[in-house]
């Protein structure tokens, strides 16, 4: 008999009042307000060290929520995404109280320069010794390109092969630039570096242009671990030929296996092994001691639940909540004034608002959720892991830190027991050897590998 | 009698091997291969709490230095600013440590975006609570504009252009975009931030258009304290205009004095008050108990430094060093094929290799220099403090951490005796109170304080 297969444990967090469950940070004792003390993110990072997480997925976005109803006032108003602080900030402090936690840092390739990009990260693998994941995405706000110049959100396909090209630039840095043995740091011969170890990247693209050399010397990883969060076709295809973990979702467990099918057939394409893609996603747990505790969270939890916040986050384009449920959604628009909606299509419109309502209340609880004691989380657990053949899962928080800590002190004892979690950290393990099984270094079959020794 | 004028003190560090006391990673004891562990940093920061500095002044380059003999072997062989990296990501974790201690980071206008670096600072700010400064540079090194898109560097003038617009974004962002009571976190009425307290900057300018709002909310200092480094005289200008420090140099402290005098008059000219502008030089201090341990160590700084390291660091485009000294600067050109370079003029062609290093030298060692017991460093301190009209100093480390614990327990009880330096830190104050002696924000004559409340 085979060893049963591990979870791969993550936290879902973002440096804001609201992430992903609206309205909560109002519960009594919630700790999001503490967002911008150091405190909070040093606590929060101990804790999950103790409980055996892999890593802190921290989420971004570089604008804000304005497309229902047009203004950002609702993300304002529920502290939903605003205001927030850059992730790559909280987690040198994080590393300082930690030995063996990760770090997944949510980064575009749409709007920064990559060579500054690949410095920053290349510099925290290296302080935290390769604890360091990026998670690859391309922006979806409009919000967030008119804050770098642009009238508009940049078309889905181009978005795609910025992201592309950005890659190889980034591989480029950290892969070929450096040899291995380029740091000699020989106080007694006078050399830091071997020059000839070193060497430019010349990189000439469509959207880029960096000559190199990277400025960081080769980091544990060198490329970071690489998440990727996706479920459309294209983020499918970058997926299956870059990702080495990809964070999806789907309104049902079909959705997951076809996005992995998918991705999984996109790696083989690309001459990489089915195995060298796995699969997260976002997992709601609700738990305690007894079923007494379990309902009281879950009623506490449904009571604090901004029911605006979902679509604000969806970016539905009106109002929805201001009309009655049985007004259809183009009547709604209509109402609203906003015939260019109706124009442009897109949206069902001979559906009722309710509809639209239950419809995005299925897409919202999309992911993994259950609500039970321990024994019962552990059940799912198992089952995802099995039978929908997932690899891992970033938990939400709905109260901080109360979510975790649950998780810390009820399921995951529960889940070692069963042998579905790791009993403690293997020292000195980068974060790509805890997720992969592999080396700490990108495998030969990876389309960054060709960038290695300059090739 | 007036109080006397107190120092101002800052560590002047990279996250380098090799920053500006080129070869003396070599030395023994010396923890600059360290550069790249969180504990180099977190112990230096707890020291220079511990010495009642005032803040560690990061340097940074996005490019390596390849000028001098048109390579970039000799910065690599000296660890000369590379390897190196990101100063933003020390800030997190020295805060950690220390309650304090601020951070200056150096930051280029040129080549990130405006609406992503404001992120960023703001965030240090917040976390910090107040402790950072933000050096404005515009690059110098060709090498950088290379790693940017561009074929060469963007000459000066529009540089200096593209940065006072930059300015003008940021100050957008972080003076107008949140009122200071915009967020309530108010769980009861459910309402986190009051949505008529933010507004959009919808900043279109010739170099930049962002839209905002920023994404941070108001940190305490706002606007971090702003350092600029400079000698040019577009830099004066731009110094006048914004700075609240300078940190410059030159040959001899009648430059420091004409700079000082200009930046001044600068100020004035732009609304601001003479006193708004301080300035703080490097200082070079090699101290001890007595004075043959000042003598041991000046002979070992001596012995390890590299002559080759002030070519570099300086930019002199052509291998001095190799050439015998009685060569005139045309002849060594002309030896090494450098017919461009005597086409080109702008290098002084009839002096001797000789004379040029000793030039060199001369300005390489421009800046405060002492090398004494305590008292002769006090002295020295004074001297500058109240006849060359200095504010501070930014103390280079020939040895790390050496030369900082040499000052924290050899010249700091000193200082403090002849009450030049606090007794202790005011808690809670930010770094711009500390500095400045006015309020956490930027005073109202300073150009950013007109985009206060969105106007």
Same mark, same amino acid.
Not at 141 to 158: E, V, Y
């Given at each position: 008999?085979?060893?049963?297969?591990?979870?791969?444990?993550?936290?879902?967090?973002?440096? %804001?009042?609201?992430?992903?469950?609206?309205?909560?940070?109002?519960?009594?004792?919630?700790?999001?307000?503490?967002?911008?003390?150091?405190?909070?993110?040093?606590?929060?990072?101990?804790?999950?060290?103790?409980?055996?997480? $892999? %890593?802190?997925?921290?989420?971004?976005?570089?604008?804000?929520?304005?497309?229902? &109803?047009?203004? !950002?006032?609702?993300a304002l108003r529920m502290g939903l995404q605003i205001p927030q602080v850059d992730p790559s900030v909280l987690v040198p402090a994080m590393a300082?109280?930690?030995?063996?936690?990760?770090?997944?840092?949510?980064?575009?390739?749409?709007?920064?320069?990559?060579?500054?990009?690949?410095?920053?990260?290349?510099?925290?693998?290296?302080?935290?010794?390769?604890?360091?994941?990026?998670?690859?995405?391309?922006?979806?706000?409009?919000? %967030?390109?008119?804050?770098?110049?642009? +009238? *508009?959100?940049?078309?889905?396909?181009?978005?795609?092969?910025?992201?592309?090209?950005? /890659?190889?630039?980034?591989?480029?840095?950290?892969?070929?630039?450096?040899?291995?043995?380029?740091?000699?740091?020989? +106080?007694?011969?006078?050399?830091?570096?071997?020059?000839?170890?070193?060497? =430019?990247?010349?990189?000439?693209?469509?959207?880029?242009?960096?000559?190199?050399?990277?400025?960081?010397?080769?980091?544990?990883?060198?490329?970071?671990?690489?998440? @990727?969060? &996706?479920?459309?076709?294209?983020?499918?295809?970058?997926a299956g030929r870059h990702a080495e973990v990809v964070f999806t979702g789907g309104p049902n467990p079909g959705v997951v296996r076809r996005t992995?099918?998918?991705?999984?057939?996109?790696?083989?394409?690309?001459?990489? #092994?089915?195995?060298?893609?796995?699969?997260?996603?976002?997992?709601?747990?609700?738990?305690?001691?007894?079923? $007494?505790?379990?309902?009281?969270?879950? +009623?506490?939890?449904?009571?604090?639940? *901004?029911?605006?916040?979902?679509?604000?986050?969806?970016?539905?384009?009106? *109002?929805?909540?201001?009309?009655?449920?049985?007004?259809?959604? #183009?009547?709604?628009?209509?109402?609203?004034?906003?015939? *260019?909606?109706?124009?442009?299509?897109?949206?069902?419109?001979?559906?009722?608002?309710? @509809?639209?309502?239950?419809?995005?209340?299925?897409?919202? @609880?999309?992911?993994?959720?259950?609500?039970?004691?321990p024994d019962v989380v552990a059940d799912e657990v198992e089952r995802w892991l099995d039978e929908e053949g997932i690899d891992g899962i970033n938990?939400?928080?709905?109260?901080?830190?109360?979510?975790?800590?649950?998780?810390?002190? /009820?399921?995951?004892?529960?889940?070692?027991?069963?042998? #579905?979690?790791?009993?403690?950290?293997?020292?000195?393990?980068?974060?790509?050897?805890?997720? &992969?099984?592999?080396?700490?270094? !990108? =495998?030969?079959?990876?389309?960054?590998?060709?960038?290695?020794?300059?090739?």
């Amino acid at each position: 008999m085979s060893e049963p297969k591990q979870l791969l444990l993550n936290l879902f967090e973002m440096g %804001a009042p609201g992430h992903i469950t609206h309205g909560m940070w109002r519960q009594e004792g919630n700790q999001r307000q503490r967002y911008a003390d150091l405190s909070y993110w040093t606590e929060l990072a101990q804790l999950l060290e103790h409980g055996g997480f $892999d %890593a802190v997925f921290l989420a971004d976005v570089l604008g804000g929520y304005d497309v229902h &109803t047009g203004s !950002l006032a609702p993300a304002l108003r529920m502290g939903l995404q605003i205001p927030q602080v850059d992730p790559s900030v909280l987690v040198p402090a994080m590393a300082v109280v930690t030995d063996h936690l990760g770090f997944g840092l949510t980064a575009s390739t749409t709007y920064e320069p990559p060579f500054s990009f690949a410095r920053r990260i290349s510099s925290l693998d290296l302080l935290t010794r390769g604890r360091v994941a990026w998670n690859v995405v391309t922006s979806y706000l409009p919000g %967030a390109a008119r804050n770098f110049g642009l +009238a *508009d959100q940049i078309d889905h396909d181009t978005r795609y092969a910025i992201a592309e090209e950005f /890659l190889q630039v980034t591989y480029a840095l950290w892969e070929g630039s450096w040899d291995d043995d380029a740091v000699l740091a020989d +106080a007694e011969a006078g050399v830091y570096t071997r020059p000839d170890g070193v060497r =430019p990247i010349d990189h000439v693209g469509q959207h880029f242009r960096v000559a190199g050399p990277h400025l960081v010397e080769p980091t544990p990883q060198r490329t970071p671990l690489l998440y @990727q969060a &996706t479920a459309s076709s294209a983020g499918i295809a970058l997926a299956g030929r870059h990702a080495e973990v990809v964070f999806t979702g789907g309104p049902n467990p079909g959705v997951v296996r076809r996005t992995a099918e998918g991705a999984r057939a996109a790696a083989e394409r690309e001459g990489r #092994r089915r195995e060298d893609v796995r699969f997260v996603v976002q997992a709601a747990i609700i738990t305690g001691r007894n079923d $007494d505790q379990v309902a009281e969270k879950l +009623a506490r939890y449904r009571a604090t639940t *901004d029911p605006q916040g979902k679509f604000v986050h969806m970016s539905v384009p009106f *109002d929805a909540p201001s009309h009655p449920v049985d007004r259809t959604v #183009r009547e709604a628009l209509l109402a609203e004034g906003r015939d *260019d909606l109706v124009a442009a299509g897109g949206l069902p419109m001979d559906i009722t608002v309710g @509809q639209l309502a239950t419809g995005i209340d299925e897409a919202w @609880q999309q992911h993994f959720f259950v609500a039970g004691t321990p024994d019962v989380v552990a059940d799912e657990v198992e089952r995802w892991l099995d039978e929908e053949g997932i690899d891992g899962i970033n938990l939400r928080q709905y109260h901080s830190t109360e979510t975790a800590r649950d998780f810390v002190e /009820l399921v995951a004892p529960e889940l070692r027991r069963r042998g #579905r979690l790791r009993e403690e950290y293997e020292p000195g393990q980068t974060l790509r050897e805890r997720t &992969t099984g592999g080396g700490p270094r !990108l =495998p030969d079959t990876h389309p960054a590998a060709r960038y290695r020794s300059g090739r």
